[in-house]
């Protein structure tokens, strides 16, 4: 079994949305808070990076280096975990430098990472050209994919299913969905194994945030890579088709980091009726999925509803001016 380091606060909570399950009154929703984990904001990456950061650790690695959009908080997260655990941190972020930082990238550069902006290699194609630099210089680095996704760091979200089982168990509840945002597919493949493993039974259904693909990888691929991986060192045998993974492809039509109405939307209903702040690209995008599956009467009326927040706070501070007015 892998071990992890412990950088978050868990569990994180897990309770119903009283106003809005009765804006919605043929469901019940409830919310789990991964954003709401303690470090630098929070979010679903640093379930990932316990384990990344122990596999760096463990290998005598003193320098990590990962890649992302310059608004990553995968990124930001990668760069508050490393200042705790002592690491040198490279950030590579696509595009050019821009006059100011803000949001994610502001917060990266405050939290001490070494940040090279890449241009139209937007997702880590420049990786080993710095990595052989560093090896030059003495160093030993260790190598973060996109999004923290890989049968390592989605082991993060196969603890999260159990932690939900128990929540869920306590409160005597029972979950017919779960809902997510999906970009890089580790949350997605680790949530899949998670519930093979912990026998929840509840219908997972990411919603697609990024139409590109990663490195020519379809997401589906991704995910149907990783979970058999995670489930074979559980001795589970692995029967996972393609046809068990759901990824919504519905709402991605804008592009990544593109804020439609829709996600505005999204971010007023949730912080107006229950205090809870989305981000403006990925959990935003999937709070609207939810609520048109629900509006579309998709999710089977009567049923019990659970949207997992993934974090990226910071991100409505980048993308202000298209928030308000
Ligand atoms: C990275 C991220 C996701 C997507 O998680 P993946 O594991 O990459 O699919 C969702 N929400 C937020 C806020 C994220 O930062």
Redesign the pocket.
């Known amino acids: 079994m892998k071990q992890k380091i412990s950088l978050g606060f868990f569990p994180t909570p897990l309770y119903e949305l009283k106003n809005l399950s009765s804006l919605y009154n043929n469901y019940r929703i409830f919310i789990k808070r991964d954003d709401h984990n303690g470090v630098a904001t929070g979010?679903?990456?640093i379930r990932k990076l316990e384990y990344l950061l122990y596999d760096a650790l463990n290998k005598g690695c003193d320098t990590v280096i990962t890649a992302g959009a310059q608004q990553s908080?995968?990124c930001r997260l990668t760069a508050a975990s490393c200042a705790r655990e002592n690491l040198k941190c490279y950030l590579l972020l696509g595009g050019e430098k821009p006059a100011h930082y803000s949001g994610n990238l502001l917060l990266s550069q405050l939290l001490g990472a070494e940040i090279h902006f890449t241009g139209d290699n937007r997702k880590g194609e420049d990786i080993d050209d710095l990595v052989k630099e560093l090896i030059k210089k003495g160093r030993k680095p260790y190598v973060i994919p996109y999004?923290g996704?890989n049968e390592t760091g989605a082991l993060g979200y196969v603890d999260a299913v159990a932690e939900m089982k128990e929540q869920l168990t306590e409160m005597k509840q029972t979950i017919d969905y779960i809902i997510f945002?999906?970009?890089?597919?580790?949350?997605?493949a680790g949530l899949i194994a998670g519930s093979a493993i912990n026998q929840l039974k509840s219908k997972l259904i990411g919603i697609n945030?990024d139409k590109d693909e990663t490195n020519g990888n379809a997401l589906e691929n991704i995910i149907t890579d990783i979970v058999p991986k995670i489930l074979n060192t559980y001795g589970i045998k692995p029967e996972i088709k393609r046809n068990d993974i759901h990824l919504l492809k519905d709402y991605d039509k804008a592009g990544y980091g593109v804020v439609t109405e829709h996600e505005k939307r999204a971010i007023k209903l949730l912080a107006e009726s229950e205090g809870i702040l989305l981000?403006p690209v990925?959990?935003a995008r999937a709070f609207h999925g939810m609520i048109d599956l629900m509006e579309r009467r998709v999710l089977k009326p009567g049923s019990n509803v659970l949207f997992l927040h993934?974090?990226?706070l910071p991100a409505n501070f980048h993308y202000a001016e298209n928030l308000y007015p």
């Not at 945002?181 to 997605?188: D, I, K, Y």
């Open positions: 979010g679903n990456k908080n995968h999004g996704t945002a999906s970009s890089s597919g580790g949350t997605h945030i981000d990925y959990t993934t974090g990226g």
